[in-house]
T-cell receptor
Framework: GENVEQHPSTLSVQEGDSAVIKCTYS??????FPWYKQELGKGPQLIID?????GEKKDQRIAVTLNKTAKHFSLHITETQPEDSAVYFC???????????FGRGTSLIVHP | DAGVIQSPRHEVTEMGQEVTLRCKPI?????LFWYRQTMMRGLELLIY????????DSGMPEDRFSAKMPNASFSTLKIQPSEPRDSAVYFC????????????FGPGTRLTVT
């Protein structure tokens, strides 16, 4: 089955800095890669996703890149703000499946 | 839409007691998932349903755990008897076949077994 590794487990940055979270996956059939943000006391919420037919996708301060050859994808947050503090999960889904395999999560702390 | 609804939000019970967690998925969604989240193991998929039918329960820890979905708008996760190691946050999520693969998570139930 699919295996998703996520790093780092904790990331601490100053407000205004950039943050990068990296994930690798094992199943070459995976073709959909969502990122979820979990705020304290809430369930995870989708913030951005990318499909395997593109290499990069951007939405305001958030971007995701995908390298299918190396089987890794990354989340980039620019100009971080305190409200970006949360746990971020990457996931991978194989073609034809609706079941994501989640990474272990990254706790992002943005210091004012 | 109100989103995925879970109840109760918090549950404290004694070891050996039966615990029932409830979930109402988003109307029109045909997939329903139960997850458990702990610091040690992260987010674990316990079981999922498609059109009210359990498809894969390989993530259910043991026979003490059971889940049902009697209709498209309601599901339960039951633990009987509960043990302290069951303490975790349990999430229900739903999604639909058409469109994106996005899963919509409920707010979770924080279970503490003493």
């Amino acid at each position: 089955g699919e295996n998703v590794e996520q790093h780092p487990s904790t990331l601490s940055v100053q407000e205004g800095d950039s943050a990068v979270i990296k994930c690798t996956y094992s199943d070459s059939a995976s073709n959909y890669f969502p990122w979820y943000k979990q705020e304290l006391g809430k369930g995870p919420q989708l913030i951005i996703d990318i499909r395997s037919n593109v290499g990069e996708k951007k939405d305001q301060r958030i971007a995701v890149t995908l390298n299918k050859t190396a089987k890794h994808f990354s989340l980039h947050i620019t100009e971080t703000q305190p409200e970006d503090s949360a746990v971020y999960f990457c996931a991978a889904i194989s073609g034809g499946s609706y079941i994501p395999t989640f990474g272990r999560g990254t706790s992002l702390i943005v210091h004012p | 839409d109100a989103g995925v609804i879970q109840s109760p939000r918090h549950e404290v019970t004694e070891m050996g007691q039966e615990v029932t967690l409830r979930c109402k998925p988003i109307s029109g969604h045909d997939y329903l998932f139960w997850y458990r989240q702990t610091m040690m193991r992260g987010l674990e998929l316990l079981i999922y349903f498609n059109n009210n039918v359990p498809i894969d329960d390989s993530g259910m820890p043991e026979d003490r755990f059971s889940a049902k979905m009697p209709n498209a708008s309601f599901s339960t996760l039951k633990i009987q008897p509960s043990e302290p190691r069951d303490s975790a946050v349990y999430f229900c999520a739903s999604s639909r076949t058409s469109g994106s693969h996005e899963q919509y998570f409920g707010p979770g139930t924080r279970l503490t077994v003493t």
